[in-house]
Every structure is written in C-alpha cells, then in structure tokens.
C-alpha cells in the first residue's frame, strides 16, 4: 500500500489536471509516480519538462530507456525498473538488453560508457573521478553526451526518490531488481 496516494482525477484542481491531460495525451493514460508527484504541480511540471528536453539529446528513445533502466537499478527503484521495463519493451530491447542495461551492460562500447557513467553519476551522487570521465570519453562520448547523461540522473532521480518515499503502488508489470 501507497504511503502517499496518488492524486484523484477526479477531484484534482484545474492545474493538476491540466498537466494529467499533458501526460495522458503522450503517454495514453497517468501512470502512479506522476499522478503522485501531481501533489506538487511544480514537482510534475518540473519532471516533464526534463522528460522533454531529454528527448532533445544525443540519445535516442530506446538509450535513453537503457540510461533510465541502469539509473533506476543503481537507485533500487522497483517502480521505475518496472515502468522502464514496460516501455523499453513497446521499444523492441530484448529482455537480454532491458536485463544488461540494469547491470550497466550494452551491446556497444559507446553505450556501455554512457550506462556505466550514468551508474556512477547515482552512486556517487555526481562525485565522479576523472578516470570515469576519461573512459567514457575514451569510448567516444563526447561532453555534450556526458551533460545528457547527467540530465538522465536528474530526471530518473526525481522520480526514484519520489517513488522511494511514496511507495508508489507499481501500475506495469513488476520486474525485480537485479
């Protein structure tokens, strides 16, 4: 059970429900973190936004499924393991790749880099050490690349951390962590 409730469409304010149909327009329906995180119309409308400008980097939609597997697993959040899971699913990754991307393991050497950077970023709460930024370098990530890997960490944090102290009620099919 939820430590915090998600919010009731049906009684939510003019503001919350405006950013509900934000959501449901893109995603096809309100998924618990968000309507959870809709207790703070600033919270929600922060996280979409980063949403948003994810899709403006270097990435695309199936890595940045691969970099929100691996920093969920990193930050233990069953909930977004789950969540990702689904859509890296709808996105044709393999369960070998959904599975990997958890451990920071890719098919490529760029992607390992980024999913192993990406892990560290959580880990050490962005305290990396230049052999990290060197060997993600070395695999060809340039530094545009590293500083949307940090918008990734930012991002899948926030909702992490929100599911985290919520206990949001997971509403896709549950995936263990690793």
């Given at each position: 059970?939820s430590?915090?409730?998600?919010?009731?469409?049906?009684v939510c304010?003019?503001?919350?429900?405006?950013?509900?149909?934000?959501?449901?327009?893109?995603?096809?329906?309100?998924p618990n973190?968000?309507?959870?995180?809709?207790h703070?119309?600033?919270?929600?409308?922060?996280?979409?936004?980063?949403?948003?400008?994810?899709?403006?980097?270097?990435?695309?939609?199936?890595?940045?499924?691969?970099l929100?597997?691996?920093?969920s697993?990193?930050?233990s959040?069953?909930?977004?393991?789950?969540?990702?899971?689904?859509?890296?699913?709808?996105?044709?990754?393999?369960e070998?790749?959904?599975?990997?991307a958890?451990?920071?393991r890719a098919?490529?050497?760029?992607?390992?880099?980024a999913l192993?950077?990406?892990k560290?970023?959580?880990?050490?709460?962005g305290?990396?050490?230049?052999d990290?930024?060197q060997?993600?370098?070395?695999?060809?990530?340039?530094d545009?690349?590293?500083?949307?890997?940090?918008?990734?960490?930012?991002?899948?944090?926030?909702?992490?951390?929100?599911?985290?102290?919520?206990?949001?009620?997971i509403d896709?099919?549950?995936?263990?962590?690793?």
């Open positions: 059970m430590r915090i409730d998600p919010v009731d469409a049906e304010s003019a503001d919350q429900r405006t950013l509900f149909e934000t959501v449901e327009k893109k995603m096809g329906s309100v973190v968000l309507k959870t995180l809709g703070s119309t600033a919270a929600l409308d922060a996280y979409l936004k980063l949403s948003a400008a994810q899709e403006k980097s270097a990435f695309t939609a199936a890595e940045r499924e691969l929100s597997l691996a920093i697993a990193e930050n959040c069953k909930y977004c393991v789950s969540a990702h899971s689904a859509i890296a699913s709808q996105l044709k990754l393999s070998e790749q959904i599975k990997a958890m451990s920071g098919g490529d050497v760029r992607m390992e880099a192993r950077l990406a560290t970023l959580a880990a050490e709460r305290w990396v050490g230049d990290a930024l060997s993600a370098r070395k695999a060809g990530l340039k545009g690349e590293v500083m949307d890997i940090v918008l990734a960490v930012t991002a899948n944090t926030l909702t992490n951390y929100a599911n985290h102290l919520a206990d949001t009620d896709f099919p549950p995936v263990d962590l690793p």
